[in-house]
């Protein structure tokens, strides 16, 4: 899983290649951890402190912002490994039907030739 973040952050800005079905969902699951903690600590800061309550939920949404990038290129090189275009990623945009048929896309094993 730390191998897979390390590189959800070092191809950040690589939206050509592929990446592979479980880097794509180690990374997924460790960026949803990290969100999930900050979430949290701002929660608790937020009770404890005013002050600490800002400063964590500064770095939150400095978080969330800065992992908007990384996560439109894993996408990309995730859908490419599929061997479908990148354009596929704008399936997200059809409601309810568009975000299931994304997921079970993501689910796809990776085509050897794509």
Same mark, same amino acid.
């Given at each position: 899983?730390?191998?897979?973040?390390?590189?959800?952050?070092?191809?950040?800005?690589?939206?050509? =290649?592929?990446?592979?079905?479980?880097?794509?969902?180690?990374?997924?699951?460790?960026?949803?951890?990290?969100?999930? %903690? %900050?979430?949290?600590?701002?929660?608790?800061?937020?009770?404890?402190?005013?002050?600490? =309550?800002?400063?964590?939920?500064?770095?939150?949404?400095?978080?969330? %912002?800065?992992?908007?990038?990384?996560?439109?290129?894993?996408?990309?090189?995730?859908?490419?490994?599929? =061997?479908?275009?990148?354009?596929?990623?704008?399936?997200?945009?059809?409601?309810?039907?568009?975000?299931?048929?994304?997921?079970? %896309?993501?689910?796809?094993?990776?085509?050897?030739?794509?």
């Amino acid at each position: 899983m730390v191998y897979s973040y390390k590189i959800f952050w070092t191809k950040a800005f690589q939206f050509k =290649g592929r990446s592979t079905r479980s880097e794509y969902w180690w990374a997924y699951l460790a960026n949803s951890i990290i969100n999930l %903690l %900050l979430a949290i600590f701002v929660g608790i800061s937020s009770a404890i402190n005013e002050t600490l =309550g800002f400063l964590f939920s500064l770095i939150y949404v400095l978080y969330s %912002l800065g992992q908007i990038v990384p996560s439109i290129s894993i996408c990309i090189r995730r859908v490419r490994d599929m =061997g479908k275009g990148w354009q596929w990623i704008f399936i997200n945009l059809m409601p309810i039907v568009g975000a299931i048929w994304y997921i079970v %896309l993501l689910c796809q094993p990776s085509l050897p030739n794509a």
